[in-house]
């Protein structure tokens, strides 16, 4: 497991360092807009841009052929795929806790942080879990179709959310009427429930799979 | 004796391909050399044997354990070099063996992976994208040997590989066979310097097993000569195994057993014998 | 000990091993007791099967010039080397009559017979 999730990330070694700068550039530049938000989404997007830059070096090295006969199980290589977005979840969530704590945004204060710790996994882990079985399933040619649309599709629900303040606002007042607390827990549920089914999608497609 | 290897009625089907079925037996403590044509199913059969297909029909056993059953730990026993290096091409030496330490945990031989690198003389800090060939095979057979494993199964993993370096290989696994619980199977279209080794021929065409025997009786059942097209006639059919007929005479294997003792006969090597056998079944 | 292995000699692998060391036993650069070296090192290091190692083995075995101990190894056994000398003399004698008989036939004197040994001893000793 461990090993596995150490050969991830010295494949992407090199693209991990240029995301950690154009984040930080865009958080930079995007600070001093005033426009905090565009930094804990970006988290979003992560996932979607490491686990396709994954599949690519996969595929390439053709290192599922190396993996499968040692000394681990087809589950567990499914297994670390999913842990490598939920470090990631666990990161982007911590990271925007913090941007609470210290950079006191507007929108960003009028939410608990509790809230925001159930809330950013799943936006975080979400186009990952339907990405994966996919990526299983249809390999990484048809996947990155997939990736295509899905960016787009991220994209617009980006600007469609970006320019209707009123709506995020008018779901806000709605919110507020609910207990916050059992919203919480609800969007915790989804998350947890939406990882396991693609999890055990993923590996039902996987342990099938002939290389 | 419990064998190393041991397979009864393996099927496959790929496409218009069909492996098998396919009934061997491979002795602890030996080397075996599965040889054919490309395409035959040799690199099939490895994938079956490493989980990394899935059978129609049939059972495979390694080390006398039906391999549905392996666990991880008992993956260990199990070595393998593919024709090519299959790692992340921007993983360094280093990257390399800490990978592999994670992965075998207790297993690993530290010290037999730094004295193998130390032969072969690889570099540490260099990433395997910019490893030769010959470098790559070299260090995947370190890794194969550096967690003791029991079993090593190589697939085409000294083809195209350069005399000298394949001469290493061979000492590497003539090293490795010194344990009597060491089997190696060794997959290849070219046995070359590997046939002198090899203890048993297993021989696969067009997914059939034709044979599996003794390198020893399998060389000495057969001879090989050149003859005219008249003094050809007089010998029994039978005894033919293939000819390669040219405008002066005819070359032709023959077996041993059914052609008079005072006929002349040359050694012949494992690859005459494919080369005969396949072209033999042509005509 | 020297064992050479020739690809251009019509004897089996095997039987060339064998024979060398049986050379070796006879002519005593191996002694009684001596361990010989396992089957497995011999395999490697003449690079031959070890099957083959092991055919040579079991036939010098047969023939009684070696004895395995199960887990220890093999060994050379104790030969009875004044036995051994006089079959050599018989085999020696019966041949000698032999060619003494075709001396007679072709004709040929004690003085020619002996400058041929001498030739031959030479001609061997270059080959070798």
Redesign the interface.
């Known amino acids: 497991m ?3 999730i ?2 991830d990330l ?2 992407l ?2 693209a991990l360092f240029s995301l950690i700068f154009i984040m930080f550039i865009v958080g930079f530049l995007t600070v001093r807009q005033g426009n905090i938000m565009t930094l804990p989404l970006m988290f979003i997007l992560v996932p979607l841009i490491l686990l396709g830059m994954l599949w690519g ?2 595929t ?4 599922d ?2 993996i ?6 087809r589950r ?1 290589i499914v297994f670390s795929r999913y842990v490598f977005v939920w470090i990631v979840a666990v990161i982007g969530t911590l990271f925007t806790i913090l941007l609470k704590l210290f950079l006191r945004d507007g929108i960003l204060l009028e939410i608990p942080w509790y809230l925001i710790a159930v809330t950013m996994p799943l936006l975080i882990t979400i186009i990952s879990v339907i990405q994966l079985p996919l990526m299983y399933k249809f390999g990484a040619e048809k996947a990155r179709l997939i990736f295509v649309v899905l960016y787009f599709v991220v994209f617009a629900l980006f600007s469609y959310i970006g320019s209707n303040k009123e709506l995020i606002a008018k779901f806000m007042d709605k919110l507020i009427l609910l207990d916050l607390k059992i919203i919480g827990l609800a969007i915790m549920g989804v998350t947890i429930l939406l990882n396991i089914i693609s999890f055990a999608l993923s590996t039902a497609i996987y342990t ?1 799979k ?2 | 004796m419990q064998n190393a290897i041991e397979l009864q009625g393996l099927k496959k089907r790929l496409g218009n391909f069909v492996l098998g079925p396919i009934d061997l037996t491979v002795p602890r403590g030996c080397i075996v050399g599965y040889i054919g044509e490309n395409g035959a199913g040799k690199s099939t059969t490895i994938k079956l044997l490493l989980n990394l297909m899935i059978p129609d029909q049939g059972e495979i056993k390694l080390l006398g354990k039906d391999i549905r059953e392996f666990t991880p730990q008992m993956k260990k026993d199990i070595a393998y070099v593919f024709d090519d290096l299959y790692l992340p091409e921007d993983m360094t030496l280093k990257n390399v063996q800490n990978f592999h330490r994670k992965l075998y945990g207790q297993a690993w031989q530290d010290k037999t992976f730094s004295e193998l690198i130390a032969r072969f003389s690889l570099p540490n800090n260099k990433t395997i994208k910019h490893f030769s060939r010959g470098m790559r095979m070299q260090l995947g057979l370190a890794l194969a040997l550096s967690h003791g494993a029991k079993l090593l199964l190589l697939d085409e993993a000294t083809s195209g590989l350069d005399p000298v370096i394949r001469d290493d290989v061979l000492d590497l696994l003539l090293e490795y066979i010194q344990n009597e619980d060491h089997t190696i199977l060794v997959s290849s279209h070219i046995l070359s310097d590997l046939e002198k080794v090899a203890d048993y021929i297993a021989f696969i065409h067009k997914g059939q097993l034709l044979f599996m025997e003794t390198k020893d009786e399998l060389v000495d059942q057969y001879g090989i000569t050149s003859l005219s097209k008249e003094q050809l006639a007089e010998i029994d059919d039978k005894a033919i195994v293939g000819k390669r007929p040219h405008q002066f005479g005819v070359e032709v294997m023959l077996k041993r057993s059914l052609v008079p003792s005072d006929l002349e006969l040359e050694r012949v090597s494992v690859e005459d014998i494919m080369v005969y056998m396949i072209k033999g079944e042509r005509k | 000990m020297n064992i050479q292995i020739k690809n251009s000699s019509n004897d089996p692998i095997y039987l060339q091993i064998k024979n060398q060391i049986r050379d070796a036993i006879l002519n005593g650069e191996l002694e009684a007791d001596e361990l010989l070296p396992s089957i497995r090192f011999l395999a490697k290091e003449l690079r031959v099967s070890v099957i083959t190692t092991k055919r040579a083995y079991d036939e010098l075995e047969k023939d009684g010039f070696i004895h395995s101990v199960h887990g220890k190894g093999s060994f050379v056994a104790p030969q009875n080397l004044d036995l051994m000398r006089e079959r050599f003399l018989k085999k020696i004698e019966s041949n000698i009559t032999e060619i003494l008989r075709y001396a007679k036939l072709a004709d040929v004197s004690h003085d020619e017979l002996i400058e041929m040994i001498k030739t031959l001893e030479d001609e061997n000793a270059e080959c070798n």
């Open positions: 461990i090993a596995l150490y050969k010295v494949a070694r090199k070096s996969d390439k090295s053709n290192v052929q190396y499968i006969p040692g000394p681990v199980t567990t099938k002939e290389f």
